[in-house]
């Protein structure tokens, strides 16, 4: 394990919210400066061309609704969890798996009976895609993240009952997407201040909530709600191969996480999100997982 020394104040109380999100912005600005200038041969989109894998239908107060779930090599698989280790994962924290998706526009399409519906290309990993073939669990999982992302994206509200259609891979046509092929730069050191008056827990520290997902194949991100923290001083984070520790003061908050990717510690970095009361933490990883 590796102390990476990830925080450091960088504020002070004089400073308004207006300043530090400021500054925020600054940092991640003069990242993606230097990460364009690495990438300058890389556009920051490319488009794609979603293959075609199972149909669901459900209906919304518009009428019938279907997802076309596709996959794509281009888009970055999620983190490669073994069942047991997803199902723990949910069951501690159940915001804290992710999938990246391609939640592609609306499309009008004729459904069997020749009536007008609504359809949508969702797309994910294809490798990702065929484990989920085989899974029950797996793609019961992505129906509810695609329709929660859909949901939320469109402001839509779909009836949670659906099915699958059989012996119809997609509805109507499958467009192409843009996808973002440059992954976001990496996260820049913030840090703030944290103010004393919180209220210490009487029965030891929290476990905070956690998210964590592949950004890109090569970058893993992680964001820690700390909603009792105005902001990183007294925070510690190390971040080891395949782990990340973070203490908060007064014990406020303890997290203690095993990550199954080995992760680049040396070129990890952190940021405290005063508004958002986040830590996110940008961990490049050392093997791309498969």
Known sequence: ??????????????????????????????????????????????????????????????????????????????????EDELLQMLEEDQAGFRIPMSLGEPHAELDAKGQGCTAYDVAVNSDFFRRMQNSDFLRELVITIAREGLEDKYGLQLNPEWRILKNRPFLGSISQQNIRSQQRPRIQELGNLYTPSSPRPEAGPEKPHLSLWLEAP???????????????????????????VMGGPQQLYHLDTYIPLRINCDESKAAFHQKRKQLMVAMPLLSVPS
Do not use: W, Y
């Open 218 to 244: 090569d970058l893993l991100l992680a964001e820690i709600d700390l909603p009792k923290l105005d902001g990183a001083l007294g925070l510690s984070l190390e971040v080891g191969e395949n782990r990340l």
């Open 1 to 82: 394990m590796a102390d990476s020394k990830l925080l450091v104040p960088e504020l002070n109380d004089a400073e308004t919210m207006g300043a530090e999100t400021s500054r925020f912005q600054e940092l991640l600005l003069q990242a993606s400066k230097e990460l364009q200038q690495a990438q300058t041969s890389r556009p920051e989109s490319t488009q794609i061309q979603p293959q075609p894998g199972f149909c669901i239908k459900t209906n919304s107060a518009e009428g019938k609704v279907f997802i076309n779930i596709c996959h794509s090599p281009s888009i970055p698989p999620p983190a490669d969890l073994t």
